[in-house]
């Protein structure tokens, strides 16, 4: 009974109510828009840098954080690998080496950062390798060459099939050298990285550092979803512990990464704040006009015994059939909104004149969706509590109505 009145006195007003609705929905779309597209964005964004770095999860030396080193390796790369590969969630594990050296030609010598790794486990893995304009990769793991980047190539003026030389310390904290020739030239148009990485062979890596043939200073991990990595990540660290290593979340290997997206999250935040607190002060405005324009009839109705818990009743449910409705409207505008912005995207280069780049990463540029059903059940859930929130006030008000100050004053 409480139900049906209130449904009808939501329509006494019908266009105050329509108006009503329309904003919740309309602000429901929003939110949903805009955090579909934040975590699509975030989304690619990691899993760009995770092909371009470390993976989503990283096995590395215990203490390579603190004081990295070629000195520091986890055993048993290859074992751990394996097994690794053969869990559920994981689509691929890969063995790397990873440091710093100097890279000199006749010209110039500049510090770079190298990856030591098989091409042939890593093609279609790691981005570098999708990106050679010119030459080409080495066919296996032990040859004596590099890929640079463009910028690194301008720099120490030397082109495909010319020799450079590679030092660094080995494993003992000897510094060691070795003759290399460039494969091929890769170019992402990021120039920190075209400037600065150098792919070299593993195994020719491994000899030059005086590695065994199972030791390594990485195991890149690639998650099915990369949003379990903290949990995946506290799983795998007993598993490389007896091998000195420890597993770490993308999170935590790629910091500049982590924090461009909490401070994007942060804004979006804000922004979702906004539009709860209008939908609220819309709802609030609808409940309350309402419960103004029907004091007298409140008085009556408590004057021939109805209580104010009933009378409280009535409005709060009032406010909460406008949530459902306006909630139930909202989600179904926001179906083939969300199907478009999923499949087609956002293309975002008119406005762009060049790549756009975060922490090292290049950035998508379409923006396309991406549903996660926590954040669409938060989103929902948080409206609603809100919405239930803004009734509240006039819902009182109208409970403690006095029908004899009531009915003698209006």
Do not use: C
């Amino acid at each position: 009974m409480i139900i049906r009145i209130a449904w009808r006195n939501l329509w006494r007003n019908s266009r105050r109510t329509i108006i009503t609705l329309i904003s919740i929905a309309f602000g429901f779309l929003l939110a949903i828009t805009f955090t579909s597209l934040s975590d699509g964005s975030y989304g690619k964004l990691i899993d760009t840098a995770a092909k371009m770095g470390s993976g989503h999860i990283t096995i590395e030396p215990i203490g390579y954080r603190e004081k990295p080193g070629n000195d520091l390796t986890v055993t048993d790369t290859y074992t751990i690998a394996k097994k690794i590969k053969t869990m559920p969630g994981i689509t691929n594990a890969t063995v790397r080496i990873v440091g710093q050296a100097m890279m000199a030609t006749a010209a110039d010598s500049a510090g770079v950062g190298f990856v030591g790794l098989d091409p042939n486990t890593e093609q279609g893995i790691f981005f570098l390798l999708d990106h050679i304009k010119k030459g080409s990769s080495f066919a296996s793991s032990n040859e004596k060459t590099v890929l640079i980047g463009s910028s690194m190539a301008k720099m120490l003026e030397v082109d495909v099939r010319k020799k450079m030389v590679i030092t660094t310390t080995d494993k003992n904290g000897e510094v060691v050298s070795g003759l290399v020739r460039v494969a091929g030239i890769f170019e992402t148009g990021v120039d920190e990285v075209d400037k600065y990485v150098v792919i070299v062979p593993i195994d020719y890596m491994r000899g030059l550092l005086g590695y065994k043939d199972h030791e390594a200073t990485q195991v890149a991990i690639y998650l099915k979803n990369r949003r379990a990595a903290e949990r995946m990540s506290k799983n795998l660290s007993p598993l490389a512990h007896p091998h000195g290593g420890v597993a770490l979340p993308w999170s935590e290997t790629m910091p500049d990464v982590a924090g461009l997206i909490l401070m994007d999250k942060t804004g979006n935040y804000i922004f979702q704040i906004i539009i709860f607190l209008l939908i609220g002060a819309g709802i609030l405005n609808t409940v309350l006009m309402s419960v103004m324009e029907r004091l007298r009839e409140f008085g009556v109705m408590i004057a021939v015994g109805m209580t104010p818990r009933r009378i409280w009743s009535m409005v709060i449910s009032e406010a909460v059939l406008l949530a459902i409705v306006g909630l139930i409207v909202g989600a179904f505008v926001s179906i083939p909104v969300y199907w478009y912005l999923s499949t087609h995207g956002i293309d975002i280069r008119i406005w762009l004149s060049e790549k756009q780049v975060y922490g090292g990463v290049i950035m998508e540029p379409i923006m396309r969706a991406t549903f996660y059903l926590d954040h669409f059940l938060f989103i929902f859930g948080g409206v609603f509590v809100l919405i239930i929130f803004a009734g509240l006030y006039p819902a009182f008000f109208a409970a403690r109505t006095r029908p004899a100050k009531t009915l003698k004053t209006l």
